[in-house]
């Protein structure tokens, strides 16, 4: 067809022609023998014109299409056609035509299309239950037989079998691979590359050589230890680029009893259950963290640092930039919540007590807030008179009506009586706060505390009303800053003066 084209054109009729076949090779692929040898040939002066039968021929990446008729073959001066396009280079208005650069993207996306027949070919050997993926899963090698089969490698499907039961015996993740790294079993990174996978995603000398909690779960999630075969959970987001996205779930290819199973699909499940189970539990203890801002270094008094996990624990930031303070490296926190817990039982159980014993005198005394008040104007009355006295016998003193000595045995004793008067005033005063309008003990400390005589779990919700802090020291001593202070010695107060009055 081309023979024909150049001799009925006149002023290519007398050329020699060379001819390049590219027949077989991918069309989409510029760096065809063919063309790169034509293109040397151009570049070396020998080609003054090149006839292509169309210009999907010549390539199908527009861009570099494009750049060779617009730019590389008017400077080398050939003469560039493509006869199918009624191209022809050596008419001006056709190289900047937009028709050229539009064709030339069709053919870019023709080979897009292509690439998604390639891509629907693939779809089609996943849906017949086919291992495409270029790396068997843990616990799996590819059969030697057929590169499309999955069999059962021995020994990695032991330590699968392994974690499927240890979750499903209630283990969680970082239990498990707790044991796997004990035993030093090989991580499911180290089994790929001893496959020859090269490919390493944020490398890191943990994943590589240890068990990780995200490891796990990642055997446990995947269904292909019972025999499912699972495609296209990413797909390329660009034809000829190694980037992929995610596939939602309901669009993947899943194909049942596609190999042998290394656990069946009663194991699947049941490990399933127990892991929502840790999963769930983790997140509930992240959600309630009764610890929260109330732990504190009694060495240096900065605020502890924590770390979160299946064990919490707390330690002092300050050794590491300041070595003049010793301060504790590392406290559980679950000896921490034990030390409140007991501690929060003695202070109920002195919460109760004292609640009882002003029970008791409230009782013998009938004591109504009336009589208190009463009792407690005449004393107000008594303590100043006091003051002045006080501030009357200086005066004559001062005057000379009285001598020194007497002076100072009268003011004593003067002095003696109101500051008496002044305790007894407070204990009264707190008497009357400890008691309701229907003469009924009513003392912040005693009805928040009172209530926790069998208390169990420490929860933030106990924390943020009975605790202000606790303070670590050394050698695993700890001073708790119990919320109520005040009330307490409000009540302590009250009970001292009824007993010393009662007595
Ligand atoms: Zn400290």
């Not at 499927?164 to 498990?176: K, N, P, R, V």
């Not at 995200?214 to 499912?228: H, P, Q, S, W």
């Not at 194991?267 to 959600?287: P, S």
Request: hydrophobic fraction near 40%; aromatic fraction near 10%; charge should be neutral.
């Amino acid at each position: 067809m081309l023979d024909a084209f150049i001799s009925r054109t006149p002023e290519l009729a007398d050329t020699s022609v060379i001819e390049f076949c590219d027949d077989g090779w991918s069309g989409k692929n510029f760096e065809r023998p063919a063309v790169q040898e034509m293109i040397a040939q151009a570049r070396a002066g020998k080609i003054q014109c090149i006839v292509v039968k169309d210009l999907s021929r010549f390539g199908r990446d527009y861009l570099t299409v494009g750049n060779y008729i617009s730019c590389v073959f008017p400077f080398l001066g050939v003469r560039f056609i493509a006869v199918n396009d009624g191209f022809d280079s050596i008419r001006p208005t056709d190289v900047d035509s937009l028709e050229t650069s539009f064709k030339a993207l069709l053919y870019d996306l023709y080979s897009r299309d292509l690439s998604r027949k390639v891509r629907s070919a693939k779809k089609f050997r996943a849906q017949r239950g086919d291992f495409l993926a270029p790396f068997a899963p843990y616990g799996y090698v590819k059969d030697p037989a057929d590169k499309a089969r999955l069999v059962i490698d021995p020994e990695a499907a032991e330590t699968v079998r392994r974690v499927f039961h240890l979750a499903a015996s209630g283990h969680s993740a970082d239990q498990i691979a707790m044991a796997l790294n004990r035993e030093t079993v090989p991580t499911p990174m180290l089994y790929k590359r001893a496959a020859g996978c090269s490919r390493t995603r944020w490398p890191s000398i943990e994943e590589n050589n240890f068990w990780t909690d995200t490891a796990v779960v990642k055997i446990l999630r995947d269904e292909r230890y019972f025999g499912k075969n699972i495609f296209g959970k990413r797909i390329r987001d660009r034809v000829g680029h190694t980037h992929t996205v995610k596939v939602s779930r309901e669009d993947w290819i899943a194909v049942e009893n596609t190999h042998e199973g290394i656990v069946t699909r009663e194991e699947f499940d049941r490990a399933q259950t127990a892991m929502r189970e840790f999963v769930e539990h983790g997140e509930l203890k992240k959600r309630d963290w009764p610890l929260r801002g109330k732990v504190r270094c009694g060495v240096c008094g900065h605020a502890m640092s924590y770390k979160l996990g299946k064990q919490m624990y707390f330690y002092c930031y300050t050794p590491r930039y300041n070595d003049s303070f010793a301060c504790v490296k590392q406290v559980q926190g679950a000896d921490i919540l034990e030390v409140i817990s007991d501690g929060l039982r003695v202070q109920a159980q002195m919460a109760v007590e004292l609640s009882r014993l002003w029970e008791e005198q409230h009782r013998e005394q009938k004591k109504d807030a009336a009589a208190v008040k009463k009792n407690l104007a005449g004393l107000r009355e008594t303590h100043q008179r006091l003051s002045q006295q006080i501030s009357g016998l200086y005066e004559s003193f001062a005057l000379g009506e009285i001598g020194k000595p007497e002076y100072l045995a009268a003011k004593a004793a003067a002095a003696k009586q109101r500051d008496d008067t002044a305790a007894r005033i407070s204990e009264l005063e707190a008497a009357l706060e400890n008691m309701g309008a229907d003469g009924s003990l009513r003392n912040g400390f005693v009805s928040t505390f009172g209530k926790y005589l069998d208390v169990k779990e420490i929860t933030s919700e106990i924390t943020a009303e009975v605790l202000k802090e606790v303070l670590v020291f050394p050698g695993d001593r700890f001073e708790i800053a119990w919320n109520y202070r005040d009330e307490l010695e409000k009540l302590i107060l009250d009970l001292q003066g009824e007993h010393q009055n009662g007595a």
